[in-house]
């Protein structure tokens, strides 16, 4: 039993890394696909100067679908790394710091930092018109999404373990009576024999 027990933790554990892994890469290739289709939604607007259109524009995509869940922010740089626009509802006293972060290593498509005490994956899409880059897009999303479904999944895992723990108690009981009671079955067996002999 206690062999089981360790192979079933170990699945478990085994079980939650592949999850962390896979759920991560998805996140991260989401966060690229946005991106880049609102680098691609951006072009115009950063050609035209136009940054009004464009923050709506940005506040649109953030809300879309299931994307409120996910993405910690959107912000469009110039080419000179000035903010153009961003999705925080008002003029964070970290924004500062948050630009200084995205804009180290600025050449990496996507990237952790840590902002306001949480983890973000910070997925870059530059913005190009011909053979000119006009920007950037900088899409931030929750690492806190992946904790939240693992810890929902590890929830599971235990439930599992658990579950087949006691189903495997109560088997090795069974098993154990069923073997107990088939050898004294035969001792008794064994002592009528012998006990004939005896009278013969």
């Known amino acids: 039993m206690g062999a089981i027990l360790t192979l079933t933790i170990a699945i478990a554990f085994l079980s ?4 962390i892994t896979t759920l991560t890469g998805a996140l991260k290739e989401r966060g ?3 991106s880049h289709d609102i680098a691609e939604k951006s072009k ?17 995509e953030a809300k879309l679908s299931n994307r409120k869940e996910i993405i910690a922010y959107i912000i469009i740089l110039d080419a000179t790394d000035k903010i153009v626009c961003h999705t925080f509802s008002q003029q964070s006293f970290n924004l500062e ?12 498509r996507t990237r952790t930092i840590k902002h306001d005490n949480e983890f973000i994956f910070d997925v870059t899409s530059p913005i190009h018109h011909e053979a000119s ?3 950037v897009v900088h899409l931030g999303l929750k690492q806190e999404h992946i904790n939240v479904i ?3 999944i590890e929830f599971i895992l235990i439930g599992f373990i658990l579950i087949s723990c006691l189903i495997i108690f109560f088997i090795s009981r069974w098993f154990a009576r069923y073997f107990d009671q088939s050898i004294l ?3 008794k067996q064994e002592q009528l024999v012998r006990g004939n002999k005896i009278n013969a």
């Open 185 to 187: 079955q035969v001792e």
């Open 16 to 19: 939650r890394w592949i999850l």
């Open 150 to 152: 693992i810890t929902q």
């Open 97 to 108: 710091y948050l630009l200084y972060l995205i804009t180290v290593g600025k050449n990496l």
């Open 133 to 135: 880059q006009l920007g």
């Open 32 to 34: 690229i696909a946005i």
């Open 44 to 60: 115009e607007y950063l050609l035209k100067h136009d940054s009004a259109t464009l923050s709506n524009l940005i506040v649109t």
